[in-house]
């Protein structure tokens, strides 16, 4: 009788223990898939941004932004919680005038033709001299 009760005491830790631990992953994955969603939504941000700052709504949550200095600051909110992500931003080069975009397209075709009317030296294939051993 007592060995059954110690037995059935054990039995219950472990399982006690093992419910712990599934109940824990279960919650970690949720965290993950939930972290996962606010970064697509700040990457969706990211790519979207009209102004240096701003906000937008998505079914899963909303996302504020601004610009500081050379990083993107997108603050994403799922579900009460907050998600911080910075993102480095490139200035976008200053665009050519149009004469200067044109020269640089002349430029680029000229070279091309040349590439192109250049003949193509043909190699021959090196031959390898083998000389056999006798053993």
């Not at 579900?79 to 004469?99: C, G, H, M, N, Q």
Request: cysteine-free.
């Amino acid at each position: 009788m007592l060995y059954a009760l110690l037995m059935a005491a054990v039995f219950s830790l472990l399982l006690q223990f093992y419910l712990n631990r599934q109940t824990a992953h279960q919650r970690n994955l949720l965290a993950q898939q939930e972290r996962q969603e606010a970064y697509a939504i700040a990457l969706l941000t990211k790519d979207q941004k009209l102004a240096d700052s701003g906000q937008f709504s998505f079914n899963k949550g909303q996302s504020h932004y601004r610009k500081e200095k050379d990083q993107l600051i997108v603050n994403v909110v799922i579900s009460d919680r907050t998600y911080d992500f910075t993102f480095a931003i490139k200035e976008p080069k200053a665009r050519l005038d149009k004469d200067q975009d044109k020269d640089k397209k002349s430029e680029l075709e000229k070279e091309e033709k040349k590439k192109q009317s250049l003949p193509v030296k043909k190699r021959k294939p090196k031959t390898i001299m083998v000389k056999k051993i006798k053993f």
